[in-house]
């Protein structure tokens, strides 16, 4: 019951809070580039909080390296739960050029459970509104 | 080509031992291997006299028996001499250049990280850029180095967790000096900022100690970026890495791809079609035209003018629209290849570039309007992180940050690249020495890169887009700068005949321009930290925790809640009453 409650609330108006984890900037330029004028995701509820403390999705974007992987296990752990998550780029999703990379540890999802996988090197902002709909939809 | 063979002929009237010892690949360049003994000579000799005081990067290279090192010394006239000496692998070790560059034990201290040569007089400090529970005696740039190495030390899961449990906020590496550091006092109140951040941009951790508001000590830490591209270059084909260098930065992504591919074509001897370097200038701009406009939003947002981010990033859409149409993408655009373009402009695609552009230039007329009118904006931002113009020659601090300090700078003009010595373009500077100065700087220059847009496609020639480039380039090296929109770009590239490069450096802009900041924030306020690390673009906004630090040491965090519930007790708040009341006492 509580629970449903939970997940009724999760649906409406998406707060999300930008994760990055070594990314190059690109699926970060872009993800703020789906909240501005442009495609201005607000429209919809989504907005981008500060903390994750405040945030309902988390948007993993990078290569997840030695440094920022139990740094981003501790953003996980600081969001509330039910939350979901999005590995936003190809980067997040696989390691990309970096899979044989030294300093990468593994794919977002070893680390933290993911909801939804992006691929792109980067994603369009309307792939990751579609990616924001998908995660909506897994609620259910 | 005449100055540096005078450089030549000075150097071996000076010193005769150097008779035919100094190379001149193309104008602009010159190479110089000195024994390890006589570097210094060398090398105070260059700094003092011949004029060279701007130290680029350097490089660390493994060479058998030897590390070898070349320090990349530029002039303000375009010269680059590289200085290189060995240093024997076996007890050998270089002294440092602290004196002579402050700026430049960051260079020192990633060659130590990453090859393991020792420098005598470098400060202890903190890693760079190697994780913090990376093990000692491992060089991931050696040449027989593997990573799977790495699974016989411990892995990440338990190094990880190890740090998970430490209090947070509080950190023993804190009192460690890095090469970031102020002076610091016990007493301060230290708030650690990062390493991720609310808004956007890679994770960067900054501690910053205050007194009161006034911020007393920062300290920058780095490499939760590293990603460990220079090795993932040298074991991937030059057309690979062209793809790879892209993914350095997704803001300045045509940047490091020209840079590299410029230096591999010097190596090759090939000469770029005309139009294809015109191409690469267009490309070049519009990226700065996008990062601009992509800065002045950000900057808008930090001062709290975000009615600003949403009108820049509205315009920029035009851009980025325009960069998806010529290539294909809207960052990371894969235009370039060794040896030319891989696509050609059409005209119906030059006239839509056009028309964009005077509507962007319209656009940027009421921003300019917005910025030398609007007493808030000029207000908030006048007088905020001052660097002065002889802070910057010594800090080596590059691009519009250093351009706003009245240091005419720009590698475009000193050494051009593409068809930027064909152009008609104003260095744009600014005496102001702060972010007002340097938010001027940049919008000017929007107005410059608008009017080479202009010059580019009216002046395009016509003629084929690339030449044939060959799968194995021949042994040899090169060293290749760009003015990305942030600053110099460096690249260095070492080719052994394969098809795979020996060695790729690269020393991105914001790596020398975050020295400056220690400087700029020098007994600043807090709030103008969001704004001053913006300024020189790497653009971090940042609210995270504080935990004050008393006489008790360090304090987990079920300490500081039984501590905070002790206080409010003596304060006459009791929250074991209080939870009971709104029926929360079962936890």
Known sequence: MLKNIFKWGLKKSLWVYHAGAAACNN????????????????????????????????????????????????LYEQVPKPCLVIAIGSCACSGHFFRDSYNYVSPIDQIIPVDVYLPGCPPKPEAMIDAVIKAVGKIR | MSQSIEIKT????????????????????????????KFFVIFDYLISLAGFKELCTITGTDEGDNYGLMYHLARTDGKVLNLKTLVPKEGGSMKSIISYFPGGTIYEREINDLLGVKFEGLPPGRRYPLPDNWPEGEHPLRKGWQPDKLSK????????????????????????PTDFSLIRRRDDVQISIGPQHPALKEPESF?????????????????????????ACEQRSYIQDVYLVERICGICSHTHSTCFVQAVEEIAGLQLPKRAAYIRTLVGELERVHSHLLWLGVAGHEVGFDTLLMYTWRDREIVMDILAMLTGNRVNYGINQVGGVRRDVTAEQAADILKAVDQLEEQTKYYIEVATEEQTLIQRLSGVGKLSKEDVLKLGTVGPTGRASGVERDVRRTDPYAAYGELDFKVITSDQCDVYGRAVVRLLELMESYSMIRQVLKKLPDGPISVRAPRRIPAGEAISRYEAPRGEDVHYV??????????????????????????????????DLPIVIAAIDPCFSCTDR???????????????????IEWYKKQGVDFARMTGKIGRSKE
């Open chain 1, 27 to 74: 699926c970060d330029i872009e993800i703020l580039d789906m909240l501005t004028p442009r495609h201005d995701v607000e429209r919809f509820g989504v907005m981008l909080v500060g903390s994750p403390r405040h945030a309902d999705v988390l948007l993993v974007t990078g290569v997840c390296n030695r440094q920022t992987a139990p740094r981003l296990k501790r």
């Open chain 2, 10 to 37: 000075e150097l071996e009237n000076k010193f005769d031992w150097l008779k035919d010892q100094v190379r001149i690949t193309r104008e602009n360049r010159l190479w110089l291997d000195v024994p390890a003994d």
């Open chain 2, 153 to 176: 030390v411990e892995g990440i899961k338990e190094a990880g967790e190890e740090r998970l449990n430490m209090p947070i906020g509080i950190r023993s590496e804190i009192s460690q």
């Open chain 2, 207 to 231: 501690n910053v100690t205050l007194q009161g508001e006034k911020i007393s000590g920062i300290e920058i830490k780095l490499g939760y970026n590293h990603r460990g591209i220079e090795k």
């Open chain 2, 494 to 527: 070492k080719s052994n005949g394969t098809e795979n490069p020996e060695r790729v450096k690269v020393r991105a802009p914001t790596l020398a321009n975050l020295q400056s900041v220690t400087k700029m924030l020098e007994d600043r306020y807090l709030a």
């Open chain 2, 546 to 564: 504080l935990i004050k630090v008393e006489d008790k040491g360090l304090m987990t965090w079920e300490e500081i809640r039984q501590y905070g």
